[in-house]
């Protein structure tokens, strides 16, 4: 059964920085180039980065361009997203998927408040 599990969000404050952890069972994710998504109420999810297969090739979003960084340790079957100088803005449920993508995770919920 394929599954991915987000977790390592929480509360910080502006200019702090989180690292998200995405472990994936029922497939190898060493098959897949790997993505992280955020999500807001009441607005569509947005591609945030993306990973390829290899990890050779790293895709962002302008608006966390510089301040995240995806990998990728095929070995645990786990990818990883390093957030930096986090603003109130990167406030989201975060989830990760495959391309093409499988059945979505719960998330985990990143909150960037004073």
């Known amino acids: 059964q394929v599954q991915l599990v987000e977790s390592g969000g929480g509360l910080v404050q502006p200019g702090g920085s989180l690292r998200l952890s995405c472990a994936a069972s029922g497939f190898r994710i060493s098959n897949y180039a790997m993505m992280w998504y955020r999500q807001v109420p009441g607005k569509e999810r947005e591609l945030v980065a993306r990973?390829?297969?290899?990890?050779?090739?790293?895709n962002y979003a302008d608006s966390v361009k510089g301040r995240f960084t995806i990998s990728r340790v095929n070995a645990k079957n786990t990818v990883y997203l390093q957030m930096n100088s986090l603003k109130p803005e990167d406030t989201a449920v975060y989830y990760c998927?495959?391309?093409?993508?499988?059945?979505w995770g719960q998330g985990t919920q990143v909150a960037v408040s004073l």
């Open positions: 998927n495959r391309d093409p993508w499988a059945a």
């Open positions: 990973i390829t297969a290899s990890g050779g090739s790293t």
